[in-house]
C-alpha cells in the first residue's frame, strides 16, 4: 500500500524537529534522506553541496551534515543514490543556527515520482529545471527566475531570445522559433492562452512579463497534444510566481538612460498629450468632421528624457486551524525608457535607383506597468485553488522625422515628413486554476481564465512638406489626400478559455494515460478612423507650429478642408474564433529504458472575419471551418542516468490571422498592406531528433536535429500593382524547414576560495526554403467582384522571412560569496544572428536583407547583506549598426553592391538600480 503525502509530510516534520534538537550549538545545514515510499532513512546516499563544491554520505539515519557559516546565502543540495532518483533542495542558510532540510529519494520502480517532480516544480533554481527537463517525457526547455537574474533580464521577451533557435525581429515585438516567425507560434501563461497586444501579430508582445512575476519560462519546440495545435514553431509558457513563506516586502528603485539620448538630451522631442506614466484618456473627437475639435496640440513638444524604474513585491503565508494553508504575493512595478535613433530609410528600384531617399530621426519613450496579484489556497497535500490576477500596461511613443528625396515632390531633396505616434495596451489577466489528487492513482487539474485587451493609437499626426528654395520657407505637398492626416485606432479582444485534464496511472508503473478538453472562444473588435487634411500646395508653415495653420479658424475660412474614408465612415472588422479540442495521451514503459507518449488531439475550428473597409464597405462576412486530427508520437531512451535520446514526430496547422483576412489597408511611410479573405491554412509536419546529456546536476550538453514540411505556407508578399501594396498569400505548394541546435552548460570552477566560473552556449543552425507559385496565388484570390492578387517576385524559391542561417547565445558568469551575507555575480552575455531575409524581392528587385548582428551585454549584482542589494548593467556594450540592405540581382546596374535601405544604432545602455528587503 503506497504511503499518502499526508504522512510524508507528517514524517519529515518528525525527522526535521529531532535532527534540530540535536544540532544543539552547530552552524550549517543538517538534514535527512528519506525514501518516499517506506519513510525510511536511506543509508549511503551521496549529498552534494553544490556552491563549496563539498560532497558527504548519510549514516546508518540517513542524516548529513555540512558546517557552514550563518551568511544568509542561497545553497543547492542534490541527493543520489543508485535506482533512486535524484532530488534537488535549494535552501537559504542564515535565519537559524542550523538549517534542516529533508531529500525524498524515489525508486525508479515507483508510481510516486509525479509527486516529487511536482513538488519540484515550485522551484526556480537553474539545477532544478535542469533535472526537470532530463525526467520529463516531453521535449522542452525551461528558464527559470536564478537564471533571469543571472543574466540580467528584465522581461520575457528577452529571456526568449537567450533560448536556442529562437530570436526576436530587430525594431518589432515579433519572436521567430527556428526560423518560423509569430503565425507559427504561441503564447500561454500557466498554460492558458493570453490574446494578442497588437493587431498585426497572433501573440502578446513578451515584452509585457516582467521578470519579477515569473517563476520559469517553458519553451515546447516539439509538438504534443496538451498544446494548441496552431504549431509549427514553439509555445512559450510563463509560469506567474507562487509564493510559499514567511512574509517579505521588497521595494526596488532604479535609473536609466543610453549614449544616444545623452548626446541629445537637449533636443528630445515628443508629441502632445501623453502622460509620463504611459496613460491617456482621449480617441476619436465626437465628429470629427464637424470641425477641428481636437484635444492636443500637433506641435512637437520639447521633454526632457527622465527615465526610471519603482517596483514593490511582496508574500506571505497563513496557515489555518484546520490544517489549510493561504500563499499570498503582490507585485507591483513602473518603469521607462527613452530612446534616440538616426539613419538612413530609402525605398529602392530594382537598378538600385531612388525612389524616396529619407534620413530618418526617431526619439521615443516607453513605459511599462505591471501589477500582479496571486493567491494559492491549499486544502490538503492533495487538494489546492489558485486565483491568478494579471494586469499590464504598456505604451510606446515616438516622433519621427525624415528628410530628404520623395518621389514625384520633394525630388532634391528638400523633403520633410513630421509623424508622431503614440500606442498604448492594457491587458488584463484573470486565472482560476485547481490541481487535485483523488487517490493514488487519477489526478484532475483544471483551468479557467477570462483576459481583455485593449489597444488604442489615440492621436497618430503626419504631414509632408518641402523646403521652398527661394523662399527658405517650408510648404505643405501631397500627392495624395493621405500624406497629411490624424488617425486613431481601437482594438479590443475578449477570450475565454477552458483547461481540463484527468490522468490514470497503469498498474505496475507501466505509465499514465490523460484525458482532457481545450477551449477557447475568442471575439476581436478593431475601428480606425483617419481625417485627411486636404491642404494648399504652396503654403507656407512653420514645422514647430502646425497649430499656426491647423485650427478652427483656418478650416471656416476654407485654407484647408478634412476628408474621412469612403463616406466618411470608419473602417471596422470583427473577428471570432472558437476552437474546441478533446484530446488522449498515453504515456507507457515499454521497457525500463525506453518510453513512449502517443497522443490524439481532435480540433473543431471556427473562425468568422466581417469588415466593412474602404476597399469593401459591402458587411461581407469570410469563414474559416476546419476538423483537425493531429497524431503525435514523443519516444525517450534512456542511455545511462544522465544520458536521453529522443525523438518526437507530430502534425499540427497554422491559421491566417483575422487582420491577414479582413480586406482592409493600413499605410506607412514606406509601405501598405492589406488584407487578403482567401487566405487559409497550412498544414505542418514536424520531426525532431534529441540526444542530452547531464554531466553533472548543473551541467547539460545537447543536440537536436529537426526538420518541418508545410503545404501551402503563408507569406507576407509586395503585390505586382502599381500601388505596390503588400499582401498575404499562400505562396506555393510547400516549404520545408530543417536545422541543427546545440547546447552546453559547464562549471569551469568552483571554490571556496575563489567563487564559481561557469559557462553556458547555445546556438542553432537553420535552413528554410519554399517553393514560389505566382499561378497558385492568381488561381487562389479570385475575388467576387472580379480581379485577384498577382505577385511578380525576383526569384522562384526563397527562404522564410525572419529566418536567419545561424544563432548563437553564449554566457561567462562569476559567483563569489564572503561573510556578513555578501556575494557578487557578474555576467557577459553575447548573443548573434546572421544574414536573415526581411522581405522578397519583387519587379526584379533583390531581397530586402537584415545583416547578421553581435550584441554584447554586462550584468553586475552585488548583495551588501540580507536587505541591501544593488544592480547595474552594461547593454549593448559594441553599439553594433543595425542595416537592411537591397541585394542586387544578376544584370543590375547598380553600382553599390547590396545597398544600405535602412540602419541606425541604438546606443549603449546603462541602469542602476538598488533594492531593499524589509
Do not use: C
Amino acid at each position: 500500500m503506497q504511503s499518502t503525502k499526508h504522512l510524508f509530510l507528517a514524517l519529515a516534520l518528525a525527522f526535521g524537529l529531532l535532527s534540530f534538537a540535536s544540532a544543539q550549538q552547530q552552524y550549517g545545514i543538517k538534514g535527512v534522506v528519506l525514501d518516499v515510499e517506506s519513510m525510511k532513512p536511506i543509508e549511503g546516499a551521496s549529498v552534494r553541496l553544490l556552491e563549496r563544491n563539498r560532497e558527504s554520505a548519510t549514516d546508518k539515519d540517513g542524516n548529513f551534515f555540512f558546517d557552514l557559516p550563518k551568511d544568509g546565502k542561497e545553497y543547492t543540495i542534490v541527493a543520489g543514490l543508485i535506482g533512486y532518483t535524484p532530488d534537488t533542495l535549494v535552501i537559504k542558510h542564515g535565519q537559524d543556527d542550523v538549517h534542516f532540510a529533508t531529500l525524498s529519494l524515489v525508486s525508479k520502480n515507483s508510481v510516486l515520482d509525479e509527486i516529487v517532480i511536482s513538488r519540484r516544480r515550485e522551484r526556480i533554481s537553474e539545477i532544478a529545471l535542469l533535472d526537470m527537463r532530463r525526467q520529463s517525457n516531453l521535449m522542452v526547455e525551461y528558464m527559470g527566475a536564478q537564471e533571469l537574474s543571472r543574466k540580467g533580464i528584465s522581461d520575457a521577451g528577452a529571456a526568449v531570445n537567450r533560448m536556442t533557435g529562437v530570436s526576436r525581429q530587430e525594431g518589432s515585438n515579433e519572436v521567430f522559433v527556428r526560423g518560423l516567425g509569430d503565425r507559427y507560434n504561441n503564447t500561454t501563461l500557466n498554460g492558458l492562452p493570453v490574446p494578442s497586444n497588437d493587431p498585426e501579430l497572433k501573440n502578446l508582445e513578451l515584452g509585457l512579463f516582467t521578470s519579477d512575476i515569473i517563476e520559469y519560462i517553458t519553451i515546447d519546440k516539439v509538438y504534443s497534444t496538451y498544446l494548441p495545435g496552431d504549431f509549427a514553431g514553439g509555445n512559450v509558457d510563463i509560469a506567474s510566481k507562487n509564493y510559499d513563506g514567511k512574509g517579505f516586502l521588497e521595494v526596488k528603485l532604479g535609473g536609466n538612460t543610453n549614449t544616444n539620448v545623452l548626446k541629445n538630451w537637449n533636443s528630445f522631442h515628443l508629441q502632445d498629450g501623453p502622460n509620463p506614466f504611459g496613460f491617456v484618456n482621449y480617441g476619436v473627437p465626437n465628429d470629427p468632421l464637424g470641425g477641428f475639435n481636437f484635444q492636443n496640440s500637433m506641435n512637437p513638444v520639447k521633454k526632457t528624457p527622465i527615465t526610471g524604474s519603482f517596483g514593490l513585491l511582496g508574500g506571505k503565508s497563513f496557515r489555518f486551524a484546520n490544517g489549510h494553508k493561504l500563499n499570498l504575493f503582490a507585485s507591483a512595478n513602473y518603469s521607462s525608457d527613452a530612446y534616440h535613433r538616426e539613419g538612413v530609410n530609402r525605398q529602392l528600384s530594382a537598378g538600385g535607383a531612388v525612389i524616396n531617399d529619407l534620413e530618418q530621426l526617431r526619439q521615443g519613450y516607453t513605459t511599462n506597468s505591471t501589477g500582479m496579484v496571486t493567491a494559492n489556497y491549499i486544502f490538503n497535500p492533495n487538494h489546492s485553488i489558485t486565483y491568478n490576477f494579471l494586469m499590464m500596461n504598456s505604451s510606446d511613443q515616438f516622433y519621427d522625422t525624415y528628410t530628404g528625396a520623395l518621389r514625384d515632390m520633394a525630388e532634391d531633396g528638400s523633403g520633410l515628413i513630421r509623424r508622431s505616434t503614440y500606442i498604448q495596451n492594457t491587458v488584463t489577466a484573470n486565472q482560476l486554476l485547481g490541481k487535485h489528487k483523488l487517490n493514488d492513482k487519477i489526478d484532475v487539474n483544471w483551468g479557467l481564465s477570462y483576459n481583455r485587451v485593449k489597444t488604442k493609437i489615440p492621436d497618430r499626426i503626419q504631414n509632408f512638406m518641402q523646403l521652398n528654395d527661394a523662399t527658405q520657407q517650408y510648404v505643405f505637398i501631397q500627392n495624395a489626400v493621405t500624406n497629411n492626416h490624424r488617425y486613431f485606432q481601437d482594438l479590443s479582444e475578449n477570450e475565454i478559455a477552458l483547461n481540463l485534464a484527468a490522468s490514470y496511472k497503469l498498474d505496475d508503473d507501466k505509465g499514465i494515460w490523460s484525458v482532457g478538453y481545450n477551449g477557447k472562444m475568442k471575439k476581436r473588435a478593431f475601428e480606425d478612423f483617419q481625417v485627411n487634411f486636404s491642404v494648399p500646395r504652396n503654403r507656407p508653415i512653420d514645422p514647430t507650429n502646425l497649430d499656426e495653420f491647423f485650427n478652427q479658424e483656418n478650416l471656416n475660412a476654407g485654407l484647408f478642408s478634412q476628408l474621412g474614408f469612403n463616406a466618411d465612415l470608419p473602417q471596422t472588422y470583427d473577428g471570432t474564433q472558437d476552437i474546441h479540442a478533446p484530446f488522449t495521451n498515453l504515456q507507457y514503459n515499454l521497457t525500463e529504458r525506453l518510453s513512449g507518449t502517443l497522443g490524439l488531439r481532435y480540433e473543431n475550428i471556427r473562425q468568422d472575419v466581417s469588415f466593412m473597409t474602404q476597399l469593401d464597405r459591402s458587411g461581407t462576412t469570410n469563414s474559416i471551418t476546419r476538423n483537425e486530427v493531429l497524431p503525435s508520437l514523443l519516444l525517450k531512451y534512456v542511455l545511462k542516468d544522465n544520458q536521453n535520446l529522443r525523438m518526437g514526430l507530430s502534425k499540427t496547422y497554422t491559421l491566417p490571422q483575422f487582420k491577414e483576412r479582413a480586406f482592409f489597408i493600413y499605410r506607412d511611410i514606406n509601405e501598405s498592406k492589406q488584407g487578403n479573405p482567401n487566405l487559409y491554412p497550412s498544414t505542418d509536419y514536424n520531426l525532431d531528433l534529441r540526444w542530452e546529456a547531464f554531466p553533472k546536476s548543473s551541467e547539460l550538453l545537447s543536440a537536436t536535429l529537426f526538420g518541418k514540411y508545410i503545404q501551402n505556407p503563408i507569406n507576407e508578399v509586395l503585390l505586382a500593382s502599381s500601388s505596390n501594396d503588400i499582401s498575404y498569400v499562400n505562396i506555393g505548394d510547400y516549404g520545408t524547414v530543417y536545422g541543427l541546435e546545440v547546447e552546453f552548460k559547464k562549471d569551469v570552477l568552483s571554490t571556496d576560495q575563489f567563487g564559481k566560473l561557469s559557462f553556458g552556449a547555445n546556438a542553432a543552425y537553420i535552413k528554410t526554403d519554399q517553393v514560389i507559385d505566382p499561378e497558385k496565388v492568381r488561381r487562389e484570390t479570385q475575388f467576387p467582384s472580379g480581379g485577384s492578387y498577382n505577385i511578380n517576385l525576383t526569384n522562384t524559391r526563397s527562404g522564410f522571412t525572419g529566418a536567419s542561417d545561424f544563432l548563437v547565445n553564449t554566457d561567462l558568469s562569476y559567483y563569489k560569496a564572503w561573510g556578513n551575507a555578501s556575494d557578487i555575480m557578474a555576467t557577459v552575455v553575447y548573443n548573434y544572428f546572421s544574414d536573415r531575409l526581411y522581405a522578397l524581392g519583387s519587379e526584379g528587385r533583390g531581397n530586402q536583407i537584415d545583416q547578421g548582428v553581435g550584441t554584447l551585454d554586462f550584468i553586475f549584482k552585488y548583495k551588501i547583506n540580507n536587505r541591501f542589494g544593488i544592480d547595474a548593467n552594461v547593454l549593448n556594450v559594441t553599439n553594433p549598426s543595425f542595416n537592411r540592405v537591397q541585394e542586387t540581382v544578376a544584370g543590375s546596374d547598380s553600382a553599390i553592391d547590396a545597398p544600405i535601405l535602412f540602419n541606425y544604432r541604438k546606443g549603449i545602455r546603462f541602469s542602476l538600480g538598488v533594492r531593499y528587503r524589509l
